[in-house]
T-cell receptor, first 112, second 114 residues
Framework: GNSVTQMEGPVTLSEEAFLTINCTYT??????LFWYVQYPGEGLQLLLK?????DKGSNKGFEATYRKETTSFHLEKGSVQVSDSAVYFC???????????FGSGTKLNVKP | DVKVTQSSRYLVKRTGEKVFLECVQD?????MFWYRQDPGLGLRLIYF???????EKGDIPEGYSVSREKKERFSLILESASTNQTSMYLC?????????????FGDGTRLSIL
């Protein structure tokens, strides 16, 4: 079956620190992979995506590389800001009507 | 940009009431989804729809039903609200069925059942 496993949070960093949030997946076939961000009181926003092995998704200084050999899609950012404080979700799609499988979310707290 | 609009940000209802949550998208997307989000449980899929008048059960459909009479609108119905349905409800839509299209989310409805 399909599933996504994320590192548990919360993750607490100081401003300008390096961020890694781990995500591994189990999937049949060749899924597409996504990272979403949820700010307090809001819905989920698409952060980046990768649709095939070795693709790198990037947006707003965040990056993630689709690693088929390790079934991973880790989220990284070189220098976090207080405004990056949010909950981050890793997700994959099946080919069944674009149904998504979400990780449990990782809360990031960035301190000034 | 895709716009997914949920009719209410906050809603308070009483036990036993019939509750309607409305969701509208403006990008002609085929697929629409309803999730609930609870602390420690992440997002759980309630129902989804891949076409007008079509619906499929998600992981937790009990106590809910849905309606999709028009392509742009997907309604979630709580037939007889109970306190354990107090939650954040998120609607999403996506284009097509080829597996690499992102889902676009509304801002959510925080529903309290008293």
């Amino acid at each position: 079956g399909n599933s996504v496993t994320q590192m548990e949070g919360p993750v607490t960093l100081s401003e300008e620190a390096f961020l890694t949030i781990n995500c591994t997946y189990t999937a049949t076939g060749y899924p597409s992979l996504f990272w979403y961000v949820q700010y307090p009181g809001e819905g989920l926003q698409l952060l980046l995506k990768a649709t095939k092995a070795d693709d790198k998704g990037s947006n707003k200084g965040f990056e993630a590389t689709y690693r088929k050999e390790t079934t991973s899609f880790h989220l990284e950012k070189g220098s976090v800001q207080v405004s990056d404080s949010a909950v981050y979700f890793c997700a994959l799609t099946s080919y069944n009507f674009n149904k998504f499988y979400f990780g449990s979310g990782t809360k990031l707290n960035v301190k000034p | 940009d895709v716009k997914v609009t949920q009719s209410s940000r906050y809603l308070v209802k009483r036990t036993g009431e019939k509750v309607f949550l409305e969701c509208v998208q403006d990008m002609d997307h085929e697929n629409m989804f309803w999730y609930r989000q609870d602390p420690g449980l992440g997002l759980r899929l309630i129902y989804f729809s891949y076409d007008v008048k079509m619906k499929e059960k998600g992981d937790i459909p009990e106590g809910y039903s849905v309606s999709r009479e028009k392509k742009e609108r997907f309604s979630l119905i709580l037939e007889s609200a109970s306190t354990n349905q107090t939650s954040m409800y998120l609607c999403a839509s996506s284009l097509g069925a080829n597996g690499n299209q992102p889902q676009h989310f509304g801002d959510g409805t925080r529903l309290s059942i008293l």
